[in-house]
């Protein structure tokens, strides 16, 4: 059976988890094998898409008075409170044939794994085009993509629990007025593995069914690795010189 490598990098800051996003993105044509990594925020953290400006984005005196990271991803769409959730990547060659070149069909066939890792935990939940997974009709999960450096990468989150309120404190929001009316309208939209469950579930829990589902999925063995050497190195010049960087972070 094929394998690929499995990388558990636990609990680290928002630039050094971007970092080792990216630092794996540009060391997949050396490598030769797909990328699955599992990894969480400390401290919480709020990452905004490439496009979009921080200062009209996020309340940043807020972040720092909750000592709470704020970064700017390499992948689109809004911006994400990270704090009681997993996060995932995904990394591919985009010539190893792996996935669709329809960017909808390889969402789609990324978070089937998603999908069926929820399935492992009693969760039955289903793909919402472009991007979203829902489960009982609200979301769960968020995923954004992006192909560059010859590779694919997709990082997504599976929300373990979720702070609406604490979210939309950290969140700047186009009208005051309007903002307790969107608070409720997220919290009948948006939901988590406690809610759903009625408990909490680990992480190791959710990373090892997430494992089983990426493994039925794609018909291969995840095999726990490490960084390879040129990738711890070029993940820490890319968070001090990019993702810890204010040049980087306020570009917008």
């Not at 794996?24 to 990328?35: C, D, Q, R, S, Y």
């Not at 969760?123 to 085009?129: G, N, T």
């Not at 490490?226 to 980087?248: P, T």
């Amino acid at each position: 059976m094929t394998e690929w490598r499995l990388l558990e990098t636990g609990y680290n800051d928002a630039a050094t988890n971007m970092a080792i996003d990216e630092a794996v993105m540009k060391h997949a044509g050396e490598l030769g094998i797909p990328t699955v990594r599992f990894y969480a925020w400390k401290p919480a953290a709020i990452s905004i898409g490439y496009f979009q400006g921080i200062r009209e984005e996020v309340e940043l005196g807020k972040c720092r008075e909750l000592g709470v990271d704020v970064v700017r991803r390499i992948t689109g769409g809004g911006a994400v409170f990270h704090d009681a959730e997993l996060t995932y990547s995904f990394v591919c060659s985009q010539d190893s044939g792996i996935l669709p070149k329809n960017i909808i069909d390889s969402y789609k066939k990324i978070c089937g794994s998603l999908i069926i890792g929820l399935k492992h935990i009693g969760l039955e939940a289903s793909f919402v085009p472009l991007n979203d997974i829902a489960v009982a009709g609200k979301k769960i999960s968020g995923n954004a993509q992006t192909r560059r450096s010859g590779a694919i990468l997709q990082h997504g989150t599976i929300l373990m629990e979720v702070d609406v309120d604490k979210m939309f404190s950290l969140l700047l929001v186009p009208n005051e007025k309007l903002k307790g009316k969107l608070i409720e309208d997220v919290k009948q939209r948006v939901t988590s593995l406690e809610q759903q469950k009625g408990k909490k579930i680990s992480f190791g829990q959710l990373s090892s069914a997430l494992r089983k589902g990426f493994e039925e999925n794609f018909g291969v063995k995840l095999k726990k690795g490490k960084l390879a050497a040129e990738e711890k190195s070029l993940a820490k010049e890319i968070r001090e010189n990019q993702f810890a960087a204010e040049q980087w972070n306020f570009k917008r």
